[in-house]
């Protein structure tokens, strides 16, 4: 079983950063792969970004290619999303993912999913 929260969204100005967080319970991290999804309203859950079990393999939506970066600390058991120059249309619910894989970018790959965190990008 893995618990995925996530954490750091909130509202921010057009060109503004955050960094979004995602601590996993269990003890199976480091051997999954981990992916960060999002759904704006009234769209379908879209890849955002995913990243291997060691960390040295990252894959990015063409959208954020450049502005975003996904990261992992397996000793913290932690997933990040570094989200720079951020657009209005980058608002969305973030969630985090969990896949029983090297790396992911399906979203039927992944069979644990965090509860979301709201990202508002004001222009």
């Known amino acids: 079983q893995v618990s995925l929260v996530e954490s750091g969204g909130g509202l921010v100005q057009a060109g503004g950063s955050l960094r979004l967080s995602c601590a996993a319970s269990?003890?199976?991290?480091?051997?999954?792969?981990m992916g960060w999804f999002r759904q704006a309203p009234g769209k379908e859950r879209v890849f955002v970004a995913a990243?291997?079990?060691?960390?040295?393999?990252?894959y990015y939506a063409d959208s954020v290619q450049g502005r975003f970066t996904i990261s992992r600390d397996n000793a913290k058991n932690t997933v990040y999303l570094q989200m720079n120059s951020l657009k209005p249309e980058d608002t969305a619910v973030y969630y985090c993912?969990?896949?029983?894989?090297?790396?992911?970018?399906?979203?039927?790959?992944?069979?644990?999913w965090g509860q979301g965190t709201q990202v508002t990008v004001s222009s």
């Open positions: 993912a969990s896949a029983p894989a090297a790396i992911a970018t399906m979203n039927s790959y992944y069979d644990y």
């Open positions: 990243i291997s079990r060691s960390g040295s393999s990252t």
């Open positions: 269990g003890r199976t991290f480091s051997s999954r792969a």
